[in-house]
T-cell receptor
């Protein structure tokens, strides 16, 4: 079974530039999550989708971050404009919707904002 | 407010020296508690789900236990390849998963 795919793996941009991350979840997983993980901390949820709909985006900085999940499969997370404090690893995860809620993570995208 | 605290922040062990990692939580309506392992440069890897107080799960040298306020990850006779960050994550009644900051485990040969 293929795992969660993410790209790119690494990205370096200057502040005020924009960047986008892509995620393809495990086949059959209706729920998709984007997390931000700052060095030395646990993952922090940015947004959670169930199929096409947003379940929780309470911690997403909506003035600069946006995310979409078209057709209930792939998802894209965008930052525009980036700030220095956005330097982190962005993790995508997916899970079943019912019964089993454990999440399976992709390898992450390490973003450096200079 | 939902909170998760893991201790210690870092743990250094000699190979074969057993120990335990702690996860204390205050959440509303616990539906389950997850343990993950995270290696440097990789995403977290799922280890266990515990659903109710008194439950135990085992995998190789790892055993996870759950009480109403804490979970423990016991490591028996660890090996250098067990070195990683271990994350606990309660899953709440609001269908939220809250991750702790993790315990960094270093096992020296």
């Amino acid at each position: 079974e293929a795992g969660v795919a993410q790209s790119p793996r690494y990205k370096i941009i200057e502040k005020r530039q924009s960047v986008a991350f892509w995620c393809n979840p495990i086949s059959g997983h209706a729920t998709l999550y984007w997390y931000q993980q700052i060095l030395g901390q646990g993952p922090k949820l940015l947004i959670q989708f169930q199929n096409n709909g947003v379940v929780d985006d309470s911690q997403l900085p909506k003035d600069r971050f946006s995310a979409e999940r078209l057709k209930g499969v792939d998802s894209t997370l965008k930052i525009q404009p980036a700030k220095l404090e956005d330097s982190a690893v962005y993790l995508c995860a997916s899970s079943f919707t019912q019964g089993r809620y454990e999440q399976y993570f992709g390898p992450g995208t390490r973003l450096t904002v200079t | 407010e939902d909170q998760v605290t893991q201790s210690p922040e870092a743990l250094r062990l000699q190979e074969g020296e057993s120990s335990s990692l702690n996860c204390s939580y205050t959440v509303s309506g616990l539906r389950g508690l997850f343990w993950y392992r995270q290696d440097p440069g990789k995403g977290p890897e799922f280890l266990f789900t515990l659903y109710s107080a008194g439950e135990e799960k085992e995998k190789e040298r790892l055993k996870a236990t759950l009480t109403k306020k804490e979970s423990f990850l016991h490591i028996t006779a660890p090996k250098p390849e067990d070195s990683a960050t271990y994350l606990c994550a309660p899953h709440t009644g609001g269908f939220k998963t809250i991750f702790g900051a993790g315990t960094r485990l270093f096992v020296k040969a």
